[in-house]
């Protein structure tokens, strides 16, 4: 009893001290608590497909953050680890009987060796060579895809796979749960020695090599471990749609990843999440309002195009970091973030502007 | 007696209220999804069908079902399916879920109408559907009746049956040809662009042609389905010296090709598909140079049943645009509605097996599925049609005595002048 009500008292002491103190903080809390408590809400399949995509996308718009926004490894392909991985995912499943708690992995592990395939030529470009030359490799495999259509499915795909849980709230609190732990991974992996190394990277590789640091070495680490979370998506969506088919490598796929994560704002893991779980949803709800509106509903990429658009005008770093510099301050003295609605720094007592 | 009159004034209000809730019952819409991309052709000849039938149907006193008289109600479902799969599969689970409706009809590519036949099928929902070719979808069926049942296609009629009018059409141009020109031995060059649904066309013209239809191949050429220049393809395929150019296009390489081949005279028939000249924009698109193209077609201005002509008239007065094949959803719907009176209720299964038995004639054909739920392709079923532009019109030139089978309208084809004069004797 004694340390149950120490931990209790723990717990409260955290949530005061390092969560109620900071708006970011406590978005991220409110978040995940409405995400867990959806489907208590509304059990409407629609809803739950949407979320459960939205989902599925967040993991790959955050791995991408993860090797184009913290490495600077600009990748304009990026639906080549999620197609890959689907494949192998499908492939496992339908000729292997492969169940998806292993398929899904090992289509993961699919992705991380194309990482690998990708990555060893692809070190040796930077830049601009280095994102068109990403953006030929689906394309490339798209092609295959089409020559071999016995193995592939060519344009149809392979469908028919197993479901996931057979239930639609049972499927959402898988991939949002895996969501919600990938994401925490690919946070951790960003704010630990790896992750600094690799922003090293990205600001200044020549400076990083100088101070000893294999960057060739750290640049293939982050493709493999962007292919391996993309890849997860990618087992994910086969598994949940029940079909790999060749749209998960199309260009728009990957583009679209792009338009996510610089909407919700690069180099930050959470800001990606957020890109999706406003854009997505915000898709759907455009569908739903135009619809009251003969001849509009055919606008609405027009109007998606149009909303990113301004945003990106008036929030060039993307929407969280604009909304997060508005609602915190950061102390001129010791950096640490505090509410706006503070006049003195929480933690040095520095006053705040 | 005052207290009286009070309650004989809720006995009314009751009363009053049951019969509007009543009527509110009898107006109770039978809700049909129409699933298709919007934004592009295909979706506006799935919605322009619908609409055409649910208001025709509407206006004769809607669907009856247990002696109420039930409207149809419509709702349109943009897929996007070209640009994105998941907002298909979300469409279609907006309409089953949200919309809560009854019946779907539509759909276009087959990948996306492979995770939407899931879905409907997942909730029980028959899907007709009008569009997507690939036989798969009705192979379904066969391997999981139970669970695939409720899906039926009744546009196109599937890819091996749209192979099989393709060869009727290259043996029909070839017959005219040999006779009106004394031709023996025929050459002809194959034309595909590079996609994979035209592959099996491509492998099964260059082993047939030779070995069962005795004529030569002297090349197969392959284009991208974007290609804005096929002259290279064109004056190769003259240099060979082919009588016939068979070809196989659905994308914008078909209006390429047929304009210049038209421009550049290219003494060789142009027969096969080539959905580009179903459309009717394709002679301002080709500024005429498309003339002479035959293609095989779902719908031209013909007799094929005493439905096609009025049907593609009106549909022609209100959309300014020729029906093409995903314009089925308007037989789809009548089929629907027939198998709901007939069924008296609308419950998926009841209906299903109302579908099974239809036998009637609709604007393509006389329509009836076979086990696999797939539309019969036979003389005196639907059997789709081969079209030519002629003179800026868009005419049918097969079948004409074709197993017995002729369309009143149907006018012979003609050989384009300059193919003649090539080689006549």
Not at chain 1, 255 to 263: E, L, Y
Not at chain 2, 127 to 155: Q, S
Not at chain 2, 350 to 367: L, Y
Request: net charge neutral.
């Amino acid at each position: 009893m004694g340390m149950l009500d120490a931990y209790i008292r723990r717990f409260l002491a955290v949530l005061r001290t390092e969560i109620l103190v900071l708006p970011s903080r406590m978005a991220v809390v409110v978040f995940v608590l409405l995400l867990l408590a959806l489907p208590l809400v509304t059990q409407d399949g629609y809803v739950l497909r949407v979320m459960i995509l939205t989902a599925i996308f967040a993991i790959l718009a955050a791995s991408w953050d993860l090797l184009s926004g913290f490495t600077g490894q600009m990748n304009f392909g990026h639906a080549l680890f999620f197609g890959v991985a689907a494949y192998v995912t499908a492939l496992l499943n339908l000729e292997l009987k492969f169940p998806p708690y292993l398929s899904i992995p090992l289509g993961a592990v699919g992705g991380v060796l194309t990482g690998l395939v990708v990555g060893i030529p692809c070190l040796r470009l930077k830049g601009s060579y280095l994102a068109l030359t990403t953006l030929a490799f689906p394309i490339i495999l798209l092609g295959l895809v089409f020559a071999f259509p016995g193995v592939t499915g060519g344009e149809l795909g392979l469908s028919g796979l197993s479901r996931l849980t057979g239930s639609r709230t049972g499927d959402y609190y898988l991939i949002t749960g895996l969501m919600l732990a990938l994401g925490g991974v690919m946070w951790k992996i960003t704010d630990s020695n790896t992750g600094i190394i690799l922003h090293a990277i990205r600001e200044d590789e020549l400076a990083a090599r100088a101070a000893g640091i294999n960057t060739t070495r750290y640049k293939l680490l982050a493709f493999c471990l962007s292919g391996f979370f993309a890849g997860i998506a990618g087992g994910l969506y086969a598994h949940f749609l029940r079909l790999a088919g060749p749209s998960t490598l199309e260009v728009s796929l990957s583009f679209q990843v792009i338009i996510w994560a610089v909407f919700g704002g690069m180099v930050s893991i959470y800001g990606p999440i957020a890109g999706v779980f406003i854009l997505n949803p915000l898709m759907e709800a455009l569908r739903v309002v135009l619809e009251r509106f003969p001849g509009l509903p055919e606008m609405r990429m027009f109007i998606f195009a149009g909303l990113v658009l301004v945003t990106l005008l008036f929030m060039p770093e993307g929407l969280v970091p604009w909304v997060r510099d508005k609602i915190e301050t950061e102390c001129p003295r010791c950096k640490i973030r505090n509410a706006f609605t503070r006049r003195r720094c929480r933690v040095c007592d520095a006053a705040l502007d | 007696m005052k207290r009286h009159g009070w309650i004989w004034r809720v006995w009314l209000g009751l009363l009053l209220g049951l019969a509007l809730a009543g009527t509110a019952l009898a107006a109770e819409p039978i809700k049909i999804g129409v699933l298709g991309p919007m934004a592009f052709t295909q979706g506006e000849g799935h919605w322009n069908g619908a609409s055409m039938a649910a208001e025709e149907i509407n206006a004769a006193g809607g669907v009856k079902v247990g002696g109420v008289n039930r409207p149809i109600e419509l709702v349109k479902v943009d897929t996007n399916e070209f640009l994105s799969i998941p907002d298909a599969t979300n469409a279609a689970e907006m309409a089953i879920s949200r919309h809560k409706v009854d019946f779907l009809v539509g759909g276009f590519r087959t990948e996306a109408v492979l995770v939407m036949q899931d879905i409907a099928m997942d909730a029980k929902k028959v899907f007709i559907g009008c569009g997507a070719a690939h036989p798969e979808l009705c192979t379904r069926v066969t391997k999981d009746y139970d669970r695939y049942k409720y899906w039926f296609r009744l546009t196109p009629i599937n890819s091996t049956y749209l192979g099989k009018v393709d060869f009727i059409l290259l043996g029909t141009v070839a017959a005219i040809m040999k006779q009106t020109l004394g031709l023996e031995k025929l050459k002809v060059a194959i034309i595909a662009e590079k996609a994979s649904w035209a592959d099996p066309i491509v492998k099964a013209a260059e082993t047939m042609l030779p070995e069962k239809m005795g004529m030569e191949v002297v090349g197969t050429w392959r284009p991208s389905p974007v290609a804005k220049d096929c002259t290279a393809e064109l004056s190769a395929i003259q240099r060979a010296g082919a009588h016939i150019v068979f070809t196989t296009f659905s994308s914008s390489v078909g209006l390429t090709f047929a304009k210049q081949w038209g421009e550049l005279k290219v003494p060789a028939a142009a027969v096969g598909i080539n959905v580009e000249s179903q459309k009717s924009g394709f002679w301002e698109a080709t500024s005429g140079k498309g003339e002479y193209t035959l293609t095989v077609n779902t719908y031209a201005r013909v007799k094929i049943t005493d439905k096609t002509i009025p049907f593609y008239d009106k549909y022609l007065k209100l959309y300014k645009e020729a029906p093409n094949y995903t314009s089925g959803t308007y037989d789809a719907l009548y089929i629907l509605k027939e198998a709901v009176e007939k069924a008296g209720t609308t419950d998926s299964d009841k209906v299903v097996a109302q579908i099974e038995k239809h036998d009637g004639i609709g604007t393509a054909g006389r329509e009836v599925f076979d086990k696999s739920h797939d539309i019969t392709w036979a003389p005196g079923y639907v059997t789709s049609i081969g079209s030519q532009w002629q003179d800026g019109q868009m005419v049918c030139v097969w079948p004409i005595n074709w197993e017995g089978v002729t369309y009143e309208g149907a006018v012979p084809y003609k050989l384009p002048p300059w193919v003649v004069e090539h080689w006549k004797k």
